[in-house]
């Protein structure tokens, strides 16, 4: 989907974000793994990855689908459809119930 | 306006490193990543605060917080579900705008307007959120995982609700009210978090229009510079920055009512249903359930085996506290504690006992508060999809040496 979604102006969002990244480097790094950019990129714009984090590890794959599709489903986040599976894969692989 | 409050936050953020003294209290039954992600964050305004996420704001009181029955404005715990929240400069050009199709006419009032215009009144009142102790649940639930501190009692000032009501006319057919605040979401399309209660529920006289915290004004993340305060209910409706108020003829049918803040039906008793929202299967969250917090001992901590003072605090959602009762023999036997001040129906009621073990090892305390309307904390979990209403009967290990 495309920016205009974003709130306000969109060099005031990419401000937001790199603002919220600088300071998310040190405080909440998500684990490497492929999809991680996705998480970040797709993700941050509206909560930090500490909702990420804080909800492990203890949601299935089955869990994270729910949670991912209740965020672009409900909140509307404007996500790319074919990032969707790969934020789920990185979820689980990272982030799901051993 | 939006960049500078931003970069405060950013600030914060960098300058907050986990105090490993107090960390060291959180509840080893949080989950796992919960643990790793909580530290002592400070927003503006606030003291230490336990951060569970900084964007949006997801701050819990630690323990030391609840060592008073009121609670500190700069220790009171901060929730937003969405992350643009308007700076201080642009709250204070703050309108509120009533309204809406159980309205006889549109009225529109200033802070100054309010404070002038109806008599004060003033209500003591437990502010918690509906997913306290979330972190808690066993199987885990998915949210923002708070342990105990997602909750405080202050002192609120302002005008009775139904009063400022009573200016735009209520009709006849009208059956809620709806609160919008001034925060939102980032994304334009993500639903604006409104929330509405049952008429009687609005016109009831201690459901207040609040600018005063323990006579301060609202601290920023609390809601300045008004918020709505619903007695008894669970925070979800403390509408914060609150700037539309709409009388319905209709059911409030966004997603936070609709679908987000629901019990099963008949789960959890109240004492005034909300009617207009029940559906086949659920209904929404309203009145807090009894409960009750040790505020001077944690898990695994030391004392002393010739005797040892256990506090805390008890609340329910408003008919007041009749018991509290600490075991400490892991539940086989009960004694009443001592009852502190009264500071009303709706507050921490502060309480204390003392308890000599006699003997060094484990000591296994429990505490179980009583409503005056009979209702007693859970002794087992009561599962529910969202992970609200955690009130089980707290079980701490001490050792008495």
Same mark, same amino acid.
């Given at each position: 989907?495309?920016?205009?979604?974003?709130?306000?102006?969109?060099?005031?969002?990419?401000?937001?974000?790199?603002?919220?990244?600088?300071?998310?480097?040190?405080?909440?790094?998500?684990?490497?793994?492929?999809?991680?950019?996705?998480?970040?990129?797709?993700?941050?714009?509206?909560?930090?990855?500490?909702?990420?984090?804080?909800?492990?590890?203890?949601?299935?794959?089955?869990?994270?689908?729910?949670?991912?599709?209740?965020?672009?489903?409900?909140?509307?986040?404007?996500?790319?459809?074919?990032? #969707?599976?790969?934020?789920?894969?990185?979820?689980?692989?990272?982030?799901?119930?051993? | 306006?939006?960049?500078?409050?931003?970069?405060?936050?950013?600030?914060?953020?960098?300058?907050?490193?986990?105090?490993?003294?107090?960390?060291?209290?959180?509840?080893?039954?949080?989950?796992?990543?919960?643990?790793?992600?909580?530290?002592?964050?400070?927003?503006?305004?606030?003291?230490?605060?336990?951060?569970?996420?900084?964007?949006?704001?997801?701050?819990?009181?630690?323990?030391?917080?609840?060592?008073?029955?009121?609670?500190?404005?700069?220790?009171?715990?901060?929730?937003?579900?969405?992350?643009?929240?308007?700076?201080?400069?642009?709250?204070?050009?703050?309108?509120?705008?009533?309204?809406?199709?159980?309205?006889?006419?549109?009225?529109?009032?200033?802070?100054?307007?309010?404070?002038?215009?109806?008599?004060?009144?003033?209500?003591?009142?437990?502010?918690?959120?509906?997913?306290?102790?979330?972190?808690?649940?066993?199987?885990?639930?998915?949210?923002?995982?708070?342990?105990?501190?997602?909750?405080?009692?202050?002192?609120?000032?302002?005008?009775?609700?139904?009063?400022?009501?009573?200016?735009?006319?209520?009709?006849?057919?009208?059956?809620?009210?709806?609160?919008?605040?001034?925060?939102?979401?980032?994304?334009?399309?993500?639903?604006?978090?409104?929330?509405?209660?049952?008429?009687?529920?609005?016109?009831?006289?201690?459901?207040?229009?609040?600018?005063?915290?323990?006579?301060?004004?609202?601290?920023?993340?609390?809601?300045?510079?008004?918020?709505?305060?619903?007695?008894?209910?669970?925070?979800?409706?403390?509408?914060?920055?609150?700037?539309? #108020?709409?009388?319905?003829?209709?059911?409030?049918?966004?997603?936070?009512?609709?679908?987000?803040?629901?019990?099963?039906?008949?789960?959890?008793?109240?004492?005034?249903?909300?009617?207009?929202?029940?559906?086949?299967?659920?209904?929404?969250?309203?009145?807090?359930?009894?409960?009750?917090?040790?505020?001077?001992?944690?898990?695994?901590?030391?004392?002393?085996?010739?005797?040892?003072?256990?506090?805390?605090?008890?609340?329910?959602?408003?008919?007041?506290?009749?018991?509290?009762?600490?075991?400490?023999?892991?539940?086989?036997?009960?004694?009443?504690?001592?009852?502190?001040?009264?500071?009303?129906?709706?507050?921490?009621?502060?309480?204390?006992?003392?308890?000599?073990?006699?003997?060094?090892?484990?000591?296994?305390?429990?505490?179980?508060?009583?409503?005056?309307?009979?209702?007693?904390?859970?002794?087992?979990?009561?599962?529910?999809?969202?992970?609200?209403?955690?009130?089980? #009967?707290?079980?701490?290990?001490?050792?008495?040496?």
């Amino acid at each position: 989907m495309t920016r205009n979604t974003i709130r306000r102006a969109a060099p005031l969002a990419l401000g937001l974000a790199l603002v919220a990244g600088s300071a998310m480097a040190e405080d909440v790094e998500l684990r490497p793994g492929a999809g991680r950019e996705l998480v970040e990129q797709n993700c941050n714009s509206c909560h930090t990855s500490a909702y990420v984090q804080m909800n492990s590890a203890f949601l299935n794959e089955a869990g994270w689908t729910a949670e991912v599709n209740k965020m672009v489903n409900v909140f509307h986040a404007p996500v790319p459809p074919e990032d #969707i599976p790969r934020i789920i894969a990185y979820l689980t692989a990272q982030y799901g119930a051993r | 306006m939006l960049r500078r409050h931003l970069l405060a936050g950013a600030a914060a953020g960098l300058a907050a490193r986990p105090a490993l003294a107090e960390l060291a209290g959180l509840d080893p039954r949080l989950p796992d990543g919960t643990r790793d992600v909580a530290r002592l964050g400070t927003l503006p305004g606030k003291g230490p605060l336990i951060q569970l996420s900084d964007r949006p704001p997801n701050y819990e009181a630690p323990l030391d917080a609840f060592r008073t029955a009121i609670t500190p404005n700069d220790r009171f715990f901060v929730r937003y579900h969405l992350a643009l929240i308007p700076d201080m400069d642009k709250l204070r050009d703050w309108k509120l705008e009533i309204g809406g199709d159980g309205a006889e006419r549109s009225v529109t009032f200033t802070l100054a307007q309010l404070q002038r215009d109806f008599p004060h009144a003033e209500v003591t009142a437990v502010c918690q959120c509906s997913g306290n102790r979330r972190g808690l649940f066993q199987p885990h639930v998915a949210g923002v995982e708070w342990g105990v501190g997602a909750m405080g009692n202050a002192r609120w000032t302002g005008v009775r609700l139904r009063d400022v009501l009573a200016r735009a006319g209520v009709k006849q057919s009208a059956i809620e009210v709806a609160f919008n605040g001034a925060d939102s979401g980032i994304v334009q399309e993500t639903p604006d978090f409104v929330k509405s209660i049952p008429l009687g529920k609005a016109m009831h006289p201690d459901t207040l229009l609040a600018w005063g915290m323990n006579g301060q004004p609202l601290p920023h993340y609390n809601g300045f510079p008004v918020r709505v305060v619903v007695p008894g209910w669970t925070a979800t409706y403390w509408m914060k920055h609150v700037n539309a #108020i709409t009388l319905l003829t209709k059911p409030e049918d966004g997603f936070w009512m609709k679908a987000a803040y629901r019990v099963p039906k008949g789960l959890f008793p109240t004492d005034l249903p909300f009617a207009s929202q029940v559906t086949a299967a659920n209904e929404p969250i309203t009145q807090i359930m009894v409960n009750s917090l040790v505020t001077n001992l944690r898990d695994g901590e030391r004392v002393r085996a010739a005797g040892f003072e256990v506090q805390g605090i008890a609340w329910d959602g408003g008919h007041g506290i009749r018991t509290v009762e600490v075991s400490s023999d892991g539940g086989t036997s009960w004694r009443a504690a001592t009852l502190g001040e009264n500071l009303g129906v709706y507050a921490f009621r502060p309480w204390h006992m003392r308890v000599v073990p006699g003997h060094a090892g484990p000591v296994r305390l429990m505490v179980r508060a009583t409503s005056n309307a009979g209702q007693a904390q859970a002794t087992q979990l009561v599962p529910n999809p969202a992970g609200y209403h955690h009130n089980v #009967i707290q079980t701490l290990e001490v050792t008495a040496a």
